[in-house]
T-cell receptor, first 109, second 113 residues
Framework: KNEVEQSPQNLTAQEGEFITINCSYS?????LHWLQQHPGGGIVSLFM???GKKKHGRLIATINIQEKHSSLHITASHPRDSAVYIC???????????FGKGTKLSVKP | KAGVTQTPRYLIKTRGQQVTLSCSPI?????VSWYQQTPGQGLQFLFE???????NKGNFPGRFSGRQFSNSRSEMNVSTLELGDSALYLC????????????FGEGSRLTVL
């Protein structure tokens, strides 16, 4: 079993829909990262959080440390949000980043 | 403020050769970490450097090595290349070790023939 599990693997939405991507982890962590990767490879860090909730524009990230679960929400989705969203946790036994497999989001106009 | 710069962006090598990739972090960032991304395995942690010392290492064979210079620039080297080493190699910089937001470079795409 992977230490970081994301769901769903693939997600297709219509423009304007509310989107939720989930991330569950099984190791102790010091922080959780949400990353966005567009075709071509470049990765952008969206959020780094260790507790509670953070908001940036239309993006909201939450984490529940007790349940070892985090969610990334996108409100009023737009085709430019189409990308792969990756959850990663830092901590674990070696202290390095452990990545989920990613969620491929496609937002149709 | 300049971002993280990786060179070269693309390269093609043959089996048995070696390759050196370079990463220049954001000015003032002291931590540089390296990652391998393949379609099958996704993103995997290679190693992390801070103040010229390797602080963490992922589960990769000894053919994968790296170093960090006094100006925080980092290089990684892969010797005796195998077909399976074909991947996108990404580096990221952050202010401190194991903490802080990560800033990624565009990656170096290595093809091994």
């Amino acid at each position: 079993k992977n230490e970081v599990e994301q769901s769903p693997q693939n997600l297709t939405a219509q423009e304007g829909e509310f989107i939720t991507i989930n991330c569950s982890y099984s190791v102790g962590i010091s922080a959780l990262h949400w990353l966005q990767q567009h075709p071509g490879g470049g990765i952008v860090s969206l959020f780094m959080l260790s507790s509670g909730k953070k908001k940036h524009g239309r993006l909201i990230a939450t984490i529940n440390i007790q349940e070892k679960h985090s969610s990334l929400h996108i409100t009023a989705s737009h085709p430019r949000d189409s990308a792969v969203y990756i959850c990663a946790v830092s901590g674990g036994s070696q202290g390095n980043l452990i990545f989920g497999k990613g969620t491929k989001l496609s937002v149709k106009p | 403020k300049a971002g993280v710069t990786q060179t070269p962006r693309y390269l093609i090598k043959t089996r048995g050769q070696q390759v050196t990739l370079s990463c220049s972090p954001i000015s003032g960032h002291r931590s540089v970490s390296w990652y391998q991304q393949t379609p099958g395995q996704g993103l995997q942690f290679l190693f992390e450097y801070f103040s010229e010392t390797q602080r963490n290492k992922g589960n990769f064979p000894g053919r994968f090595s790296g170093r960090q210079f006094s100006n925080s620039r980092s290089e990684m080297n892969v010797s005796t290349l195998e077909l399976g080493d074909s991947a996108l190699y990404l580096c990221a910089s952050s202010l401190w070790l194991n903490t802080g937001e990560l800033f990624f470079g565009e990656g170096s795409r290595l093809t091994v023939l």
